[in-house]
């Protein structure tokens, strides 16, 4: 009701009319289905919960605009709409249209200061077994063929299938030993490659061959069984793929396998980044979902880009070290002016590791003239442009051995069997960019600046404990976007009423213990 008194209405129909046909039965305004969705993550209520909500509580019937009397809709009204915006590519609406709402009332910002960081989040489906990975995906695909094109398929089908694939494959229903489970593994590989043998027949149907899980079928097998010799044989796990090209269910192909320190999950991740000054609300201001396995810091520029066609880009930007590289420290400075806020990974050599001899830092560069002097004073003999192990462009630096080998400190500079040093740096701009992070991540303002990340984790404990952000309520990464965007949006709306009532923010919570030994 507050957010009604303040806002009025937050949608408009104009803002979702592309997502509907221009002919046809009207449909239920388009601001009111958007309203609702936010309301149901808002109180994390299913679909027909919802809709019953609508129908029988008055603050939602003012929030919406409704008479007391209104009858409401069907709750399937509600998945059809979220399937618009998905296949329209129009999930970001809900958080966009909001925020544009309150930057016009001067409540988010741009060029003040942001943060970011990430959580996994759990697929809609079950992790299998790789046994019963392989069973379910042929399982699966027989499914959908016996819709497509069941008189092929009967025609197809050997005897046994018919057993073997009318459940779902347990893993508690297969073979106890290994040595009977790798049998029937195999048994399971063969009836895979007769399915894909008939097929690649020159008289397969068409409806078959443009199945979806025909080609995951393929994928599968491709990644676990190997019949290229006389017999055929279960691959070794040292043979796999990558984890981010592996499939990990039939149902949710998108869904992947991923660590981070003692966390083991299958599913996504989700970044969320909000504004953080100390006198302004605190408000979601973008949520970026992507594989689970993709590394934090391919989020950084995506992010930016996102916020800068917001017009919501900050001055400093706070974030962890999976966030920050010499690259990213650059363009972000450079295309958005925006300052990378995080701790830098220092250089791992023998030198820095032990605290003794000369590190990289030690060595003067001089840009213009093309050469390094090392802390004796000697002058590098080559500078040449190439290439890391990434393909990052690199400048190799090497010192003449005339120097190097009679040098008295060389056993502190090289461990080489070559007496001469090499350096490997970045070029000018990135280099005096990582080095200008290193020094200013040491200086006490720098720390005390720095405290301000750490109120993102609440945001994150807010959004798995009130709106179930890290387990998906969906299959597939865009779908799962949608549930992140709308559960932002949704938080967003907690978090404005409860600023415009003047509520303080909530304190880092301390244990009773703790309070009595800070006492003490």
């Given at each position: 009701m507050r957010l009604r008194d303040e806002f009025g209405m937050l949608y408009q129909d104009a803002d979702f009319a592309d997502l509907f046909p221009k002919r046809g039965q009207p449909a239920l305004p388009a601001w009111r289905l958007a309203l609702v969705t936010v309301l149901q993550f808002l109180e994390n209520v299913s679909d027909r919960q919802a809709a019953d909500q609508v129908r029988g509580r008055i603050d939602w019937k003012y929030a919406l605009g409704l008479e007391l009397h209104d009858a409401g809709f069907h709750f399937s009204v509600l998945s059809e709409f979220r399937a618009r915006l998905v296949k329209g590519e129009a999930e970001y609406r809900l958080l966009d249209r909001m925020l544009d709402h309150f930057q016009d009332r001067g409540l988010v910002k741009a060029r003040g200061k942001q943060r970011t960081d990430s959580t996994h989040v759990l697929g809609a489906v079950r992790d299998l077994h790789l046994a019963e990975l392989v069973g379910e995906t042929l399982r699966a695909t027989l499914n959908q063929l016996a819709d497509l094109v069941p008189e092929w398929l009967t025609g197809v089908a050997q005897p046994q299938w018919f057993k073997r694939y009318a459940h779902r494959v347990e893993d508690t229903l297969l073979p106890k030993t290994e040595a009977k489970r790798r049998l029937y593994v195999l048994d399971i590989g063969a009836d895979g490659y007769a399915l894909l043998d008939a097929l690649d027949a020159p008289d397969a149907p068409c409806d078959a061959l443009k199945a979806s899980r025909v080609a995951l079928l393929r994928q599968v097998w491709d990644t676990h069984f190997d019949r290229s010799g006389e017999t055929l044989r279960w691959k070794e796990g040292t043979e796999f793929p990558p984890v981010g090209e592996r499939i990990q269910s039939p149902y949710d192909p998108e869904m992947h396998f991923s660590t981070k320190r003692s966390t083991e999950w299958s599913g996504y991740k989700v970044h969320l980044t909000e504004t953080c000054d100390d006198d302004e609300a605190h408000l979601v201001t973008h949520v970026h979902t992507t594989a689970a396995m993709d590394y934090d810091g391919s989020s950084t520029a995506v992010i930016h880009d996102k916020l800068a066609a917001k017009n919501l880009l900050p001055s400093k930007h706070f974030v962890d070290a999976a966030y920050t590289d010499a690259e990213l420290l650059v363009s972000s400075a450079k295309e958005h002016g925006v300052q990378l806020m995080g701790p830098i990974?220092?250089?791992?050599?023998?030198?820095?590791?032990?605290?003794?001899?000369?590190?990289?830092?030690?060595?003067?560069?001089?840009?213009?003239?093309?050469?390094?002097?090392?802390?004796?004073?000697?002058?590098?003999?080559?500078?040449?442009?190439?290439?890391?192990?990434?393909?990052?462009?690199?400048?190799?630096?090497?010192?003449?051995?005339?120097?190097?080998?009679?040098?008295?400190?060389?056993?502190?500079?090289?461990?080489?069997?070559d007496p001469r040093r090499t350096l490997l740096i970045l070029h000018q701009a990135e280099y005096e960019a990582l080095n200008a992070a290193r020094v200013l991540m040491k200086t006490p303002a720098f720390k005390f600046s720095y405290r301000v990340r750490a109120g993102i984790e609440g945001t994150i404990s807010q959004g798995v404990h009130c709106v179930g952000l890290r387990q998906s309520r969906y299959i597939g990464l865009a779908r799962t976007r949608l549930h992140h965007v709308v559960s932002a949006t949704a938080m967003n709306v907690s978090r404005i009423v409860a600023w415009l009532d003047g509520r303080p923010r909530a304190a880092t919570r301390v244990s009773s213990f703790s309070r009595l030994l800070q006492a003490v």
């Open positions: 990974r220092q250089v791992s050599t023998w030198q820095s590791r032990q605290g003794l001899g000369y590190d990289t830092a030690q060595f003067q560069i001089d840009w213009e003239q093309q050469h390094a002097i090392c802390p004796q004073g000697k002058i590098s003999g080559s500078w040449r442009p190439g290439y890391n192990e990434v393909k990052h462009p690199i400048i190799r630096i090497r010192f003449r051995r005339s120097d190097c080998g009679t040098c008295p400190t060389r056993t502190l500079c090289t461990a080489a069997k």
